[in-house]
């Protein structure tokens, strides 16, 4: 079982940049790939980028390419770097992992952290 917890959400203006992490605790938070998505109000949950156990590989929407880097520490943090925020970009951010090294699905959920970006 692996733990998630999110946070560094907030409120910033558009064109700004926020980092987001999501600290994964357990026995086998190490070995799993993990992952980002989003819900905006009135939407539905959708997928932001993944990286694998190792950081060796990631993917990201279309939608945020360019803009935002996901990344993971040996301490098992994986973050969500978002420069060039724009409106649209506001949600509920949520972490979640995947059951083996590579994503394949989301099996468990964190909290979720607020995004806001305001024109």
């Known amino acids: 079982q692996v733990q998630l917890v999110e946070s560094g959400g907030g409120l910033v203006q558009a064109g700004d940049s926020l980092r987001l992490s999501c600290a994964a605790s357990?026995?086998?938070?190490?070995?799993?790939?993990m992952g980002w998505f989003r819900q905006a109000p009135g939407k539905e949950r959708e997928f932001v980028a993944t990286i694998s156990w190792d950081g060796g590989r990631t993917n990201y929407a279309d939608s945020v390419k360019g803009r935002f880097t996901i990344s993971r520490d040996v301490k098992n943090t994986v973050y969500l770097h978002m420069n060039s925020l724009k409106p649209e970009d506001t949600a509920v951010y949520y972490c979640?992992?995947?059951?083996?090294?590579?994503?394949?699905?989301?099996?468990?959920w964190g909290q979720g952290t607020q995004v806001t970006v305001s024109s």
């Open positions: 979640a992992h995947s059951p083996g090294p590579v994503w394949v699905s989301p099996v468990s």
């Open positions: 357990g026995r086998t938070a190490s070995s799993v790939a």
